[in-house]
């Protein structure tokens, strides 16, 4: 890939995807343009896909949240005659550099869960019209989707061909989510997963692939029959009005990329960003009129939309940035405040998505494959939300000064508004040995400095005043001195403490597995499967087992 990526966009942008609304349903048809990619060499024929058409869907489902909260089934098709999808386009990876091929596959699963997110969550229900065949990724959009439909055509089938034709893994949660969302049997699902043209309508169904199928005459008919039937049963749902998502203010430079309530600031050549959250006025709203009324100006929408775009920059954009230093700017009180409206109103529907987008944004941060250092200084606002900045980190730092106090506090959002990928709040993943701390913690219902966070164990070390340069400095150097290799691996598998949970076990493989098979001779190398597909050579295995 060359270029910056960039990850704004809104309908009217829209090259491969059109959204219609018509009351409670909403209709994402997938239309992908062959000629309008990301970068050269490659061509999306049958519908497949490269990071810019992920963009325009993870965009869509974010504004069917926000901007159209009436919608209570999204349909999902293709304007494609006997062709769903045919997934992550092949030529367009085969061409890409590694780490852009698992930073891709990271972001079709984060796009991915945020459409099961919607479903559980915001009462939006997807229900994918597969109008033909649905293969690899394409697939693994469907099973995303609450209930799938399959024409049946005699010709259109459903497929997870990487392991037979590319020598990869299904990369957006495939095989996961065959066993543990939709329960097939595990001997099915590796009949299922080694089988390049895949299974057809009925057997499909009997298999537990899909829910549904219908003759090409009665498709559109069923498809329609299904989704009156998923409107009488969330009738009574709350409904908007919504908010509009206005483009975000950035200014971008070699230095960095400033925005109202984030900043960051590059250093490549010691391969360290420094990333800055400020924190909301005094004056913030405190009825669900006046946030309605801001719409995506309010502090907590602006400020977590903000750094989720810078994230995604650093990600995409940043490839040799190793280590960000996390910092906040401001007066923990508006923080406080902040998080006392979000509980008081977690009811109303936009507060709800207001929590529930933060939540996304901060497991966008756990898993991204940096090492990130929390800063607690004189002027930090590290309370409430923006504490789980800290706690979201690898380490933190807090100084130590009696002549310029720090403080840190915490919030009801601390509690479980704002949970990881395993389900726990990021204080239980921290205090999993000592599941007492949390009633401490919350039970005396005041500010910390830095001696009752650091006995506590909310930081890792509180330098005074003497040394704090010096130790800043040295961690920092160590840190950036290490392989980049090692520290992903061991940080995925720090990050998540306790229990697995379908997500976690979809990043884990992703990050261990799929990284590692990305980079192996029988997919990438001269004689690779994935190096050879499409060509009239045939691909050469090492068949050692390792």
Not at 16 to 29: D, F, M, R, Y
Not at 247 to 270: I, T
Not at 296 to 320: C, G, I, K
Not at 426 to 450: C, M, V, Y
């Amino acid at each position: 890939m060359t270029g910056m990526i960039n990850f704004e966009t809104s309908p009217e942008r829209y090259r491969h995807w059109k959204l219609e609304i018509e009351g409670a349903v909403a209709t994402l048809s997938m239309d992908v343009q062959e000629d309008e990619t990301l970068a050269d060499g490659y061509k999306l024929k049958l519908n497949s896909y490269d990071l810019g058409v992920d963009i325009e869907l993870a965009d869509a489902v974010s504004r069917l949240r926000f901007e159209h909260p009436e919608v209570r089934v999204v349909v999902v098709r293709s304007l494609k005659p006997r062709i769903f999808c045919a997934g992550a386009n092949i030529y367009m990876l085969g061409t890409s550099a590694h780490g852009f091929k698992v930073n891709f596959c990271k972001y079709t699963n984060e796009t991915r869960c945020s459409i099961e997110d919607a479903s559980a969550n915001s009462g939006q229900r997807y229900v994918a019209a597969l109008n033909g065949t649905a293969s690899g990724g394409g697939y693994e959009l469907a099973i995303a989707c609450d209930e799938i439909y399959l024409v049946d055509d005699g010709n259109s089938a459903v497929s997870l061909p990487e392991v037979p034709l590319l020598g990869v893994l299904p990369g957006t949660g495939g095989l996961t989510r065959l066993v543990d969302k939709r329960k097939v049997r595990r001997d099915r699902a590796d009949v299922f997963s080694t089988l390049a043209e895949g299974l057809k309508a009925k057997r499909a169904e009997e298999w537990g692939l899909i829910d549904g199928h219908f003759p090409t005459s009665k498709f559109q008919e069923g498809v329609e029959g299904r989704v009156r039937e998923i409107l009488r049963e969330s009738e009574g749902r709350e409904a908007g009005p919504g908010i509009r998502l206005g483009p975000l203010e950035v200014e971008s430079g070699e230095a960095g990329r400033e925005y109202k309530y984030v900043s960051l600031k590059l250093n490549r050549e010691a391969r360290h960003a420094e990333l800055t959250v400020r924190g909301p006025a005094s004056d913030s709203p405190t009825t669900t009129e006046e946030i309605q009324a801001l719409g995506d100006s309010y502090w907590p929408l602006r400020a977590y939309r903000e750094l989720d775009d810078a994230l995604l920059h650093l990600r995409m954009n940043e490839p040799e940035t190793g280590l960000v230093l996390l910092r906040t700017e401001g007066e923990m009180d508006p923080v406080l405040a902040v998080d006392r409206t979000l509980v008081e109103h977690r009811d109303h529907w936009l507060v709800r998505e207001i929590i529930l987008h933060m939540g996304r944004v901060l497991r966008r941060l756990d898993l991204t494959a940096k090492s990130f250092f929390a800063l607690a200084e004189p002027g930090s606002c590290f309370a409430g939300n923006l504490l789980e900045l800290l706690l979201a980190s690898d380490r933190s730092y807090m100084l130590n000064d009696p002549d310029r106090p720090v403080e840190m506090a915490v919030s009801e959002l601390n509690a479980g508004a704002l949970a990881m990928s395993n389900g726990l709040t990021r204080l239980q993943s921290r205090f999993l040995a000592e599941p007492q701390k949390l009633e401490e913690i919350f039970g005396l219902d005041r500010s910390f400095d830095t001696e009752d966070a650091e006995e506590l164990g909310l930081v890792t070390f509180a330098p005074d005043d003497l040394d704090w340069e010096d130790e800043i400095r040295v961690a920092v150097e160590e840190r950036t001195s290490l392989s980049p290799d090692a520290l992903t691996g061991m940080e995925a598998s720090l990050r998540f403490a306790g229990p697995e949970t379908m997500d976690t076990k979809i990043y884990g493989r992703l990050t261990a597995w799929q990284n590692w098979i990305f980079q192996r001779p029988n997919a990438v190398g001269p004689q690779g499967a994935l190096t050879n597909y499409g060509k009239p050579t045939q691909p050469q295995f090492d068949y050692k087992r390792t």
